[in-house]
């Protein structure tokens, strides 16, 4: 069965830190992998994919993701975080078969402080 | 464009009731997913719509069902609800079965008491 883990549930960085968030999946075939971003009182929004080709994706405001296939992992990273990154990071695997079986971790909290 | 709308936003029901939700996809997609969000996991998925069709489905008992009508808006149908039915129910939409991110709603939060 696929499965999602997200290692960090709660992460408390200041401005300007850097950040990575851990994701590993778990699934026997091809994925897609993505970063999905939830800000407070929004719907989530999509900040990164990966499909193919170069395992290094960038994305939306700064943010990439690296794909390792030999440890199954995802993760997430921006070098310098703002106040206005403050929201819940999921991320997901879906097999490259079906467009709508996404599994998604339970997520990360990412407070950012002024 | 308009994007992927829910409705309604809030709901109270008690055990044992039925629900229904319901979907607008963002134009041009034809295919609808259905996700659980209980508090503090992420969302898991229920199943998929495809041209009227589920197309695949989640590890959720059969009193969860679902329709996706001709201009591909669906509904989510929930029979017998219990108390663990409490959570934010999420409605993805995309452009196919293809490689396409999908476009999720923002969710009707369901509490049964």
């Known amino acids: 069965a696929q499965s999602v883990s997200q290692h960090n549930h709660h992460v408390i960085l200041s401005e300007a830190a850097s950040l990575e968030l851990g994701c590993n999946y778990s699934y026997g075939g091809t994925v897609n992998l993505f970063w999905y971003v939830q800000y407070p009182g929004q719907h989530l929004q999509l900040l990164l994919k990966y499909f193919s080709g170069d395992p290094l994706v960038k994305g939306i405001k700064g943010f990439e993701a690296e794909f390792i296939k030999s440890k199954f992992s995802f993760n997430l990273r921006k070098p310098s975080v703002q106040w206005s990154d403050t929201a819940e990071y999921f991320c997901a695997a879906r097999p490259n078969t079906n467009a709508g079986k996404s599994t998604f971790g339970d997520g990360t909290t990412l407070t950012v402080k002024p | 464009e308009t994007g992927v709308t829910q409705s309604p936003t809030h709901l109270i029901k008690t055990r044992g009731q039925q629900v229904t939700l319901r979907c607008s996809s963002q134009s041009g997609h034809n295919t609808v997913s259905w996700y659980q969000q209980a508090l503090g996991q992420g969302p898991q998925f229920i199943f998929q719509?495809?041209?009227?069709?589920?197309?695949g489905r989640g590890n959720f008992p059969p009193r969860f069902s679902g329709l996706q009508f001709p201009n591909y808006s669906s509904e989510l149908n929930v029979n017998a609800l219990e108390l663990d039915d409490s959570a934010l129910y999420l409605c993805?939409?995309?452009?196919?079965?293809?490689?396409?991110?999908?476009?999720f709603g923002d969710g009707t939060r369901l509490s049964i008491l």
């Open positions: 719509y495809y041209r009227e069709e589920e197309n």
């Open positions: 993805a939409s995309s452009p196919g079965l293809g490689n396409q991110p999908q476009h």
